[in-house]
């Protein structure tokens, strides 16, 4: 379970963009929502260790993880995916995977991987993360590297890809949904992913504005707009 208790983050400028933000996950799936500028991504990164929350504390399981790094959190098992993914010069797609799965991978495994995500195992798996590869492909790669972890973050993950990534984007969700043991937290604007979701939540101006299950609050989302935010 992830516990986030009077949560706050100011700016080293000053700007509070997160205020008083208190929520338990404990569900497989939870979609972060609301409109632009309203702390959605800050939460995330507060979440994830990259940044440090100026006030209250978070906790993993009962683990008080406020004052960890980016580093100790992942060892905690949290697991973090950017909004523009990163690239590695001279690092090759199957050395990342088998960073994130370790070193116990096998080569078939990491193969496997790839498929999941829509990617031809053959024609990616030796490739550098270079220029070379578009920002849908990097995604893809990096969505399958974030696997088993207790909490796995994804910071709107469907930006930058096209509609046939986007529509295997769901499907790859989907499947996680139904096997990961640990809990998916998603960053999105998408009605798609927000539909798939078990609880949706909706920061505005820092604050949590909505928090309850994705059928009570995504058809209030809905009403008379047609877009979730």
Same mark, same amino acid.
């Given at each position: 379970?992830?516990?986030?208790?009077?949560?706050?983050?100011?700016?080293?400028?000053?700007?509070?963009?997160?205020?008083?933000?208190?929520?338990?996950?404990?569900?497989?799936?939870?979609?972060?929502?609301?409109?632009?500028?309203?702390?959605?991504?800050?939460?995330?990164?507060?979440?994830?260790?990259?940044?440090?929350?100026?006030?209250?504390?978070?906790?993993?399981?009962?683990?008080?993880?406020?004052?960890?790094?980016?580093?100790? +959190?992942?060892?905690?098992?949290?697991?973090?995916?950017?909004?523009?993914?990163? +690239?590695?010069?001279?690092?090759?797609?199957?050395?990342?995977?088998?960073?994130?799965?370790?070193?116990?991978?096998?080569?078939?495994?990491?193969?496997?991987?790839?498929?999941?995500?829509?990617?031809?195992?053959?024609?990616?798996?030796?490739?550098?993360?270079?220029?070379?590869?578009?920002?849908?492909?990097?995604? +893809?790669?990096?969505?399958?590297?974030?696997?088993?972890? @207790?909490?796995?973050?994804?910071?709107?993950?469907?930006?930058?890809?096209?509609?046939?990534?986007?529509?295997?984007?769901?499907?790859?969700?989907?499947?996680?949904?139904?096997?990961?043991?640990?809990?998916?937290?998603?960053?999105?604007?998408?009605?798609?992913?927000?539909?798939?979701?078990?609880?949706?939540?909706?920061?505005?101006?820092?604050?949590?504005?909505?928090?309850?299950? @994705?059928?009570?609050?995504?058809?209030?989302?809905?009403?008379?707009?047609?877009?979730?935010?």
């Amino acid at each position: 379970m992830l516990e986030l208790n009077h949560v706050g983050y100011t700016t080293e400028d000053g700007m509070e963009i997160l205020h008083d933000i208190t929520l338990k996950i404990d569900e497989r799936f939870v979609a972060v929502t609301g409109p632009n500028g309203g702390g959605k991504s800050t939460l995330a990164k507060v979440i994830a260790g990259i940044y440090q929350p100026t006030k209250g504390s978070i906790l993993l399981d009962g683990v008080d993880i406020t004052n960890m790094s980016i580093t100790d +959190r992942a060892k905690e098992g949290i697991s973090f995916a950017f909004q523009q993914p990163v +690239r590695f010069k001279g690092l090759k797609v199957k050395d990342l995977l088998k960073l994130a799965a370790g070193n116990g991978a096998k080569y078939n495994d990491l193969k496997g991987y790839l498929k999941e995500v829509g990617l031809n195992a053959e024609d990616y798996i030796n490739r550098e993360l270079n220029s070379s590869l578009s920002g849908g492909e990097l995604k +893809r790669i990096e969505i399958a590297m974030i696997r088993g972890t @207790k909490l796995s973050l994804f910071d709107e993950p469907e930006a930058g890809i096209d509609l046939w990534s986007f529509q295997n984007l769901i499907k790859v969700f989907e499947e996680m949904h139904e096997t990961n043991h640990g809990s998916i937290i998603i960053i999105s604007h998408q009605e798609r992913i927000l539909d798939i979701a078990d609880k949706i939540v909706v920061i505005k101006d820092g604050n949590i504005d909505k928090y309850g299950d @994705k059928d009570d609050i995504l058809p209030q989302l809905l009403e008379g707009t047609g877009s979730p935010v």
